[in-house]
Structures are given as structure tokens and as C-alpha cells.
């Protein structure tokens, strides 16, 4: 399984970015797999964002972000996407997605959990 990560920039205090992830890879399926998103800020350990599983029958965010920011996923493309408004100074990490078969519901949040990653992509708001 390959992740492919894209859509960061810089943005504004308030903005908005949608970031993808194309999930390749002859096993891969939304129904098996948790797609999550991970983020890391310099100086700080990398931590969960946000995760979906069954095409959006189960998502879950980190509190930080939950009512601004919105997971989901386009089957037909093997693309889940995270749409980050509201965006704050505090959200400028690196933006990782990740994925796995044997996530339980519990681990979502758990970097560990995911054996897949992708490259990563800035995203950078400025105040």
C-alpha cells in the first residue's frame, strides 16, 4: 500500500486547505483499511488528527480540531481528504497521512497502529 499526500501551503489565520491522500496498492480498500491523518510541528511529537474507516461510518478527530476540521473519502477515487477552516497558528505541522488493516476503533488515534505512510505535506498559517 502506497500514500501519497498533497495540498498543503500557506495560509492565512481564519483560511481554509483541503489536503488528499491517494491510497494505492492491490489490497487496499476503504472498507478494510483506516486512512488516518497525523500531524507534527517543528520541536514537538508527531499526533493524531483525524481517521475515517468504512467510508465515514467511523471517524473519529483529535479534540484540537474537532468542528473545524472534516474527514472523508471519494471511493472512486482512493482518495480520503481532510478539510482544515478555521485554521490557526497552532495547526502549522507537517501533515502526514497513514493507513492500516488491523487499526481497532481504539488505536485510531495511535501512530503506532499504522504500518503505511506517506511523504507528508507543509502546511504553514500565518498570522
Known amino acids: 500500500v502506497q500514500l501519497q499526500a498533497s495540498g498543503g501551503g500557506l495560509v492565512q489565520v481564519g483560511g481554509s486547505l483541503r489536503l488528499s491522500c491517494v491510497v494505492s496498492?492491490?489490497?487496499?480498500?476503504?472498507?478494510?483499511?483506516?486512512v488516518a491523518w497525523f500531524r507534527q510541528a517543528p520541536g514537538k511529537d508527531r499526533e493524531f488528527v483525524a481517521a475515517?474507516?468504512?467510508?465515514?461510518?467511523?471517524?473519529d478527530y483529535a479534540e484540537t480540531v474537532k468542528g473545524r476540521f472534516s474527514i472523508s473519502s471519494d471511493n472512486g477515487k482512493n482518495t480520503v481528504y481532510l478539510q482544515m477552516n478555521s485554521l490557526k497558528p497552532e495547526d502549522t505541522a507537517v501533515y502526514y497521512c497513514?493507513?492500516?488493516?488491523?487499526?481497532?476503533?481504539?488505536?485510531?488515534?495511535?501512530?503506532?497502529?499504522?504500518?503505511?505512510w506517506g511523504q507528508g505535506t507543509q502546511v504553514t498559517v500565518s498570522s
Open positions: 496498492g492491490g489490497a487496499f480498500s476503504f472498507r478494510r483499511y483506516v
Open positions: 497513514a493507513a492500516d488493516s488491523s487499526v481497532i476503533r481504539s488505536n485510531f488515534g495511535s501512530q503506532t497502529a499504522y504500518n503505511y
Open positions: 475515517t474507516k468504512n467510508n465515514g461510518y467511523y471517524v
